[in-house]
């Protein structure tokens, strides 16, 4: 007997809450995208990935891959910043280029979930659900990700073009996804791409692979399986090869035996702040107990396992971010916004147990609630701060602007922990911070950082505050490391202007 369904249970209550979230998105990145262009640093990284930009096109000192052992240090792949750069060269500012680019990645990423979703369920308000959450839950708690200069949602948005052209593949004559050579091939160009671009967007790759190694056991037809790893591994190895000849044997060194601490305790720290991930996880479970099964549903099972585990092998280096929860993010959106469609569908010759008997019975705006719980409960506090930074905006975007025209002031070079003042300064890139400290507290030599303490047109630093050391308490040690390394700047210069954020000040030299 055929199976029906019949579309149900996205009423108002569902719909209101579709509205309150786009709402509530469009609320939490506005002063990001309004901010796109204000100097006002939102990360680290920002700085960073701009003078890559640079030394990628040509346009400033140093290879993109230096030596190890130096000031400066690149574990990216080079992709992301030639597309950076040529963007940058065209506005003029690599910033404000790597923050558009991360912006349309982000909304694209959220698009392509959506449309994944579509693919892998029975569609409706589920799949609006699978393009907000992600967006909802970036904006919310890894705000500084929004519209920042960082590859990772552009490296995501290429990786989940791959995932949508594999599981776009028409169903063969047995209804299970004909998977032929041509489809395969361009999944695989297009991972290898996104790796390129980011180097540790691997859970998706991963889950392709066990997905199509079951189907041929299952099967008994290994072709696919095999014209799977041989153009991954066909594609992979001319990247390698490719930046081998480009940059040198210095490309494999840098990105492979990036000096970092691994510590494991940053494993737990790091998942307490990943609460969506939960609540959404709690989602997904109630596809368990449907048959027939999920379209696809084995794929996204295995992303989501592989994407929770990689994650989690990766959050014991110290320096990694929330950016690594965003694979289990995307993957658990999807996951919920099929749970959602599914569940507001009046089955005929479904059968209908366990996990996903509840969900027909709370339907999708229950579902949807409990996804939501994580951002209700802090709701309260994210919108007014949200709301706040939009009508301080221009404030601080002045206040910023007097702090880098004082960097920009001094008479020679200025290093820089957070690199983007330097950047729109004008100054050189002398250090990186974070990745020297680093690589100083594996064994490394301090020589390189003597030798530009006795720089003579060295004229200051911008650091982290001294003050009593609060700025430092942290989770880990990467900030102690840090104060360590600099403890000469703090002890033989003398402080100076304050940034308008009160986190770090520019130390001067005493003449």
């Given at each position: ?20 979230i786009a ?45 190890p ?53 029975p569609?409706?308000?589920?799949v ?10 970036v904006?919310?708690?890894?705000h500084?990700y ?11 948005a290429?990786?989940l ?20 050579a ?9 991972m290898?791409?996104?790796g ?62 990036h ?11 790091g ?53 690594a ?7 658990l ?25 509840f ?13 939501l ?15 706040s ?34 950047y ?13 400290s ?10 390189p ?17 001294a003050?009593?050391g ?42």
């Amino acid at each position: 007997m055929p199976v029906r369904t019949e579309s149900s249970g996205f009423g108002t209550a569902f719909r209101m809450a579709i509205v309150f979230i786009a709402l509530s998105v469009l609320a939490l990145i506005a002063a990001p995208v309004l901010g796109l262009s204000a100097r006002i640093p939102f990360d680290y990284n920002e700085g960073w990935n701009a003078y890559a930009a640079l030394r990628a096109l040509g346009l400033s000192g140093g290879p993109l891959y230096p030596a190890p052992g130096g000031l400066i240090a690149n574990n990216y792949p080079p992709l992301s910043f030639f597309v950076t750069g040529v963007l940058g060269w065209l506005t003029g500012d690599m910033i404000i280029a790597g923050r558009i680019i991360a912006l349309v990645s982000l909304l694209t990423s959220a698009g392509l979930a959506g449309a994944v979703s579509r693919r892998c369920g029975p569609g409706g308000w589920g799949v609006a659900a699978a393009v907000l959450l992600p967006l909802l839950y970036v904006a919310a708690f890894s705000h500084d990700y929004v519209a920042m200069d960082d590859p990772q949602w552009f490296g995501i948005a290429i990786m989940l073009s791959a995932v949508l052209i594999f599981v776009s593949a028409p169903a063969g004559a047995d209804g299970r996804p004909d998977l032929r050579a041509p489809r395969l091939i361009a999944t695989a160009a297009l991972m290898v791409t996104a790796g390129m671009v980011k180097h540790n967007v691997l859970s998706w790759p991963a889950a392709v692979t066990f997905q199509l190694a079951v189907m041929a056991v299952r099967r008994r037809d290994w072709r696919p399986f095999g014209v799977w790893l041989i153009s991954g591994a066909a594609f992979a190895a001319f990247a390698v090869g490719l930046c081998v000849v480009i940059f040198g044997p210095v490309f494999l060194t840098d990105v492979l035996h990036h000096s970092r601490v691994i510590n494991p305790a940053l494993m737990l720290s790091g998942a307490r702040r990943t609460s969506e991930i939960l609540s959404l996880g709690l989602v997904s479970l109630t596809l368990i107990g449907r048959r027939p099964s999920v379209p696809h549903g084995g794929l996204l099972a295995r992303a989501a396992a592989c994407s929770i585990l990689w994650t989690l092998i990766q959050r014991t280096g110290e320096g990694v971010a929330l950016n690594a929860w965003f694979e289990p993010l995307i993957v658990l959106s999807i996951l919920t916004g099929v749970a959602i469609s599914a569940a507001g569908q009046r089955e005929h010759g479904l059968s209908v147990t366990g996990p996903a008997r509840f969900a027909s019975r709370v339907g999708p705006a229950g579902l949807l609630g409990i996804a939501l719980v994580p951002f209700l409960i802090g709701a309260w506090v994210l919108l007014p701060r949200a709301v706040s930074q939009v009508v301080h905006l221009k404030r601080d975007a002045r206040a910023w602007d007097v702090f880098v025209d004082e960097v920009r002031r001094q008479p020679g070079q200025v290093g820089c922990s957070m690199a983007a003042i330097c950047y729109w300064a004008g100054k050189d890139n002398l250090i990186d911070v974070f990745n020297y400290s680093e690589y100083v507290a594996n064994g490394g030599s301090r020589d390189p950082f003597v030798a530009l303490l006795g720089r003579p047109d060295l004229a200051g630093f911008v650091i982290p505050v001294a003050s009593d050391g609060s700025h430092f308490r942290h989770r880990n040690n990467e900030l102690l490391r840090q104060k360590a390394l600099l403890a000469p700047v703090y002890d033989r210069d003398r402080p100076g202007p304050v940034s308008p954020d009160g986190k770090l000040r520019l130390y001067l030299p005493v003449r």
